[in-house]
Structure formats: structure tokens, C-alpha cells
């Protein structure tokens, strides 16, 4: 098993910043895919980027491509959102995920908060 613990989330006016940051802990892989997720109220959720552990490929929702960096530290066993001019819809709960099936991630975090003021 895997489990993920997000934090980082806040309150921030629009066009801020803010770091997510995710630690994964238990049987971790390098095959993983590691994702960042956030669902809006009323909205689907909606995956923002994704990473690969092992070859560092790197995926961006087109919403937030130039704006948003995914990254990870291996000896930390973690991965980070970095959230550069922070919109009003940016505003969400950001899960980070893991797992080896890119379409479906196994493993899930209980989620942060971000709030963007306009």
C-alpha cells in the first residue's frame, strides 16, 4: 500500500503563488505516475499535471500549462505543485495520486485546499 499526504494549500489573492507539496510513504514504485487532481465545486475532477517517478515525462492540463510546474525529489519521495499567477478558478480541493495505470491512479491523498480571491 501507498499513502500520500498532501499540504501547501491556502488562501491566496489572484495572481499569487503557492507550493503544493505530496509525500508518498509505503510501497512506492518507480514505475509510478504521479498526479495532481483538483475538483472545484459543481465541477468533474480534473487532472492538472502528472509526472513519471523514473523518466520525469511531464503532462500539464491546457488550463494551467505556463503557469503551474510539476516536480519531484526522489530522496524526499516527493512531488510538487508549483502554482505561479493564481486565478479566481484555480480555487479547488488538489489531490495528489499514484499509480502505475495512467487513466486511473491507485493511490490518493486526502486533498488541500486552495483558494483563490479575486
Known amino acids: 500500500q501507498v499513502q500520500l499526504v498532501e499540504s501547501g494549500g491556502g488562501l491566496v489573492q489572484a495572481g499569487g503563488s503557492l507550493r503544493l507539496s505530496c509525500v508518498a510513504s509505503g510501497r512506492t514504485s518507480r514505475l509510478y505516475t504521479m498526479h495532481w487532481f483538483r475538483q472545484a465545486p459543481g465541477k468533474e475532477r480534473e487532472s492538472v499535471a502528472r509526472?513519471?517517478?523514473?523518466?520525469?515525462?511531464?503532462y500539464y492540463a491546457d488550463s494551467v500549462k505556463g503557469r503551474f510546474t510539476i516536480s519531484r525529489d526522489n530522496a524526499k519521495s516527493t512531488v510538487y505543485l508549483q502554482m505561479n499567477s493564481l486565478k479566481p478558478e484555480d480555487t479547488a480541493v488538489y489531490y495528489c495520486a499514484a499509480g502505475v495505470v495512467v487513466e486511473h491512479p491507485a493511490y490518493w491523498g486526502q486533498g488541500t485546499q486552495v483558494t483563490v480571491s479575486s
Open positions: 509526472i513519471g517517478w523514473s523518466s520525469g515525462y511531464t
